[in-house]
């Protein structure tokens, strides 16, 4: 739960154990990630931390609007942003509290065993090997990169149409580099999204596995259609997975 203090403080209180873990990483990863970066991002503390009753952590507001400005300048901002994340060193990240590769390969697996047994027999049966070589694919790729790992325009924040922030940190991990390209370069408009390819120097490669990982997005939405009951949501799913599959 997150609560905004005086105008200018978010009070998080955690109500489940992997809430409070992850907010103890973002409380000693972000202070020494943030001076690295170029635009603002949340810098949390610990105001209360007594383990099996209260969890509190604070960080001062990332001013903004949601990004909905997709030019070529703003694109160039984002590009430089993920430079700057992606080269930070792995090894000092995870000393600083980053979820490690190891921890984020293996939250991959499980997900991907999720999908294997719910989701894909869903899947229309002209797509479903289409859709099972994605979930193939995924457990291959490299987990040796600083990264959000959920960017959307929801976690890029503007004033006056120029991006200056970035946050929602959860799931920051050892990961992908392709993983912070999947919204940018297949989910943007192309002079926005290749804007920043340029800026970042992304190489085919990157290019390619950011399009598996669009690929991937939709299954969650579907799994946790599932597990809420709510059926327009796994129908909107599966409808997305399906779209995904459909483009080159």
């Not at 209260?54 to 909905?68: A, I, Y």
């Not at 070529?72 to 430079?83: I, K, P, Y």
């Not at 993983?179 to 408009?189: K, N, Q």
């Amino acid at each position: 739960m997150a609560t905004l203090r005086d105008g200018r403080w978010i009070e998080r209180r955690p109500r489940r154990p992997a809430v409070t873990a992850q907010l103890r990483r973002e409380a000693s990863f972000l202070p020494w990630l943030a001076p690295a970066l170029p635009l603002r991002v949340p810098v949390p503390r610990i105001l209360v931390d007594q383990p099996g009753h209260e969890f509190v952590s604070t960080h001062e507001l990332v001013p903004g609007e949601p990004l909905c400005a997709f030019t070529s300048a703003n694109g160039r901002r984002l590009g430089r942003f993920l430079r700057a994340l992606h080269s930070r060193s792995s090894d000092d990240a995870v000393r600083h509290g980053l979820l490690p590769a190891s921890g984020a390969a293996e939250d991959l697996a499980n997900d991907v065993n999720l999908f294997r047994r719910t989701v894909l027999p869903l899947v229309p049966a002209g797509w479903r090997p289409d859709a099972q070589a994605v979930l193939d694919r995924v457990g291959t790729f490299p987990f040796d990169t600083v990264v959000h790992g959920d960017l959307g325009p929801e976690h890029v924040l503007t004033c006056d149409d120029v991006i200056t922030g970035v946050i929602d940190f959860g799931d920051a991990r050892c990961g992908d580099a392709a993983m912070d390209f999947s919204w940018v370069l297949h989910g943007t408009p192309s002079v926005f999204g290749e804007a920043a390819a340029e800026e970042y120097g992304v190489t085919p490669a990157v290019r390619e596995r950011a399009r598996v990982w669009r690929r991937l997005s939709p299954w969650y939405d579907v799994t946790r259609g599932l597990g809420t009951g709510d059926a327009d949501m796994v129908r909107d799913g599966l409808d997305g997975l399906v779209n995904r599959l459909r483009k080159p």
